[in-house]
């Protein structure tokens, strides 16, 4: 929680600077300096030798000696209060005299005595005051039991273990003024997991980096600040930057209502009108800047004279600057993440990117189904032909045998199923994790998206039926393949056969992702961006919400009779076909840019232009040729990439709703400090997460990446999920999507066996082929060397 009332952030001239003379090196420094302080004077405290060599004190009278010790020691005095009230300071050299000294000793016991009953971060100034002391043998036994409480209540705040925090409301609200780093240690926000989920924690630390390219012996740079680059460390995640991080949604909701998550389903709709697949154009979405456009219509719709409640109530100034920025922040995020998916190659590298298949593909558009099944019944038909034609000649355990397996067969089978054993089952196992559990690689990122899609009922058929392909053809299939080319090793006849049918089924196995690379599928990888896009675009739209009175009244707090009233009592609400066509060609609802852009297009067809319409008229793309063809052909809801949500284009529905929503009232979370300052109300920190009044995206329990997976895959093998799917299927949409998710659990429950039956069938034949190895070669060979 950030308010007025909160702990300052610490100045520049605390930080730990690290002085280093290697060109362009990072350094990093803490924003927590009172940490690292407090250890490091506990640690020269200790090492400290201030008395005679014998290491015994030569004064007898205790009290003296702690005021001579004060008087040689200290050369300027902490302007805190004493014992008995009063305030002193040095006065250039002049050194303070023994009742001074005597009263700054109290006062050092007085610092400890305040520590145990605070929490440590808020005793930096009185702890940096330790530094002034030096003599070990005037720390007392007492007063090191409460350092050594001090540095638990240290290593439990960085280190949380034996506790997990609760937030309350006035916690993750963040209000006042701009700070240097977003966030301060204590703050609650929103971190971004590897698996694209928000999940509500704590910042328990802040460093701060100099960019990569920054030379810190660069005369030009000398008593110059360099970008700061922060990176925060919460309970669950290490390193996060900004953009994977956000005010939590539950406290901005309470400070600003839903009004700006209405603007926010807007916004997209409007965005996806403009962007175009058109390489060289403006508005293609490699070269439109997406956050800026998003943020200049939140400007149009904040200043709107309809929105003047919203208004006054976004610059109120006991929300602060900082408030502001955080609710901008949060709301152009998916935007920002679109930029970052179309333009940064290097956070989305899909170049480089290895595990995306065609399937990937039919994952993200849900067309181009031709090639993926055609390819996928060449990948199961040579598995398939490979089964049928091998001939069994042995029982692997050794019960049946019709003759003597040459040993090169034999040693050449083993050396496979070695090879197997180290390479193979790892490389399964890690290929299963990065798509089933929390990879943080694109592919994995990409296919998180879409299962959350999956979960909302918001995707097509063609991407529920990608996703799939995607995840079976990419793990299931590769360990059914290799278990069956285990079962063709093991009756090989030839050695080369073995080298050859394993070097086959390679081939076969990687056929996906050859395809996807090559020159004439994607080679430019924009198509694979635009589907990213897209997709992050589809899951911020809440579809479901749009197409229903009831739903939209319970996530945005609009009354269900009013909203339906505002779109004409319209069943699907703002999805209406009709009414689209006609508003986005209605100028009385554009911009004044989109309507020069609109007389220009006329102008293009009445003139027979081509090249002018070319620029000014949005064209229709779509990833699969036969889907244009067969749009030609039969009339389709389906307006193509960046144009299949053209139905929900419905502006004169939208101009009503997006003023309505209610305006928080201040008053209630405001109130004023001894210094007749605004503050957040105290009342705030009796509402708290718990399972009646939930927060949203926080969980009582703690869990890394790792653990999450392995829950995942036992709740699998038991059935559990099984059981989940089916009771959140029939809640949410009851028998619509039951077959879907039967259909689903059914080979995820076959995926998951078989990754754990794979890496044992290996182990057991690798053993099993030793053991003849040198049961019908090795020991008989030896046994005839020795009779000779």
Known sequence: MSDSSARPPPKPELWRKSRRSTRNEQRSESLFPEKETLISDFVDLWRSQSVGQSGQSDYQDKEKHEANFMRSSISSVIPEETADGNEYKAMGDELPDEDDCRKSMIRLREIVTKVVTKPAAECANELSSWEHFRDVDLVTNEIWSSIDYVLEQVIEEEFPYTYRPIPNQRNIINVGDLKESRYSPGSWVEIRGADMKWRLGIVIKVSKEAPPDYDWNDPQNQNKEPEWMYYYQTSDEKRVMDDDLRSPKHGLVHLFGKRPWIWQQWACLKLEQVLRFQEGHQEDFTSFDIEKYAKELWERWLNEPLNKEFRDHFYDERIGDFGRSELVEHIMEPFRLMDRIAADEEAWNFEKESEISIYTYLGLFGSGFLIPILVVFIQIAIMWILLDITEPNRDVFGTEQEENIPMSVVSMAVVVMLLYLVKVVPDLMVRFYNSVGTASTVHARLNHISEQLWLKDDDRIGQKIGLKMDTFMNTTYVAILYIINIYIIINADDALDVILNSLALEFVETLDEVISDSVWWDGKKRWIRAGAVEIVLQNTLNLG??????????????????????????????????????????????????????????????????????????????????????????????????GRHHMYRTWTRWNQVLYFAPVPVLDSLFERDENDKYILSWDLEKIVHSDDRPFENFSNEEKSTEWRFVETYFETIFLIRFVKQLKYSWKTNGFRRLPFHVLNEYFTFIAFYVQLAFPVITLVIFVQLVKEMFSDHVIPYVMSKAEQ
């Open 545 to 642: 919400c749009l197409r229903s009175a009831i739903k939209f009244s319970e996530e945005y707090d609009v009354p269900e009779p009013v909203v339906s009233a505002m779109c004409n009592q319209h069943p699907t609400l703002f999805c209406d076909k009709a009414v689209a066509a006609e508003d986005v060609n209605n100028p009385r609802l554009m911009s004044k840019s989109e309507i020069i852009k609109s007389r220009c297009v006329d102008i293009a067809m009445r003139t027979g232009n081509p090249k002018a319409l070319q620029e000014y008229k949005k064209s229709v793309v779509y990833f699969s040729s036969l889907e244009g063809w067969m749009r030609m052909c039969f009339p389709c809801r389906n307006n193509g990439l960046f």
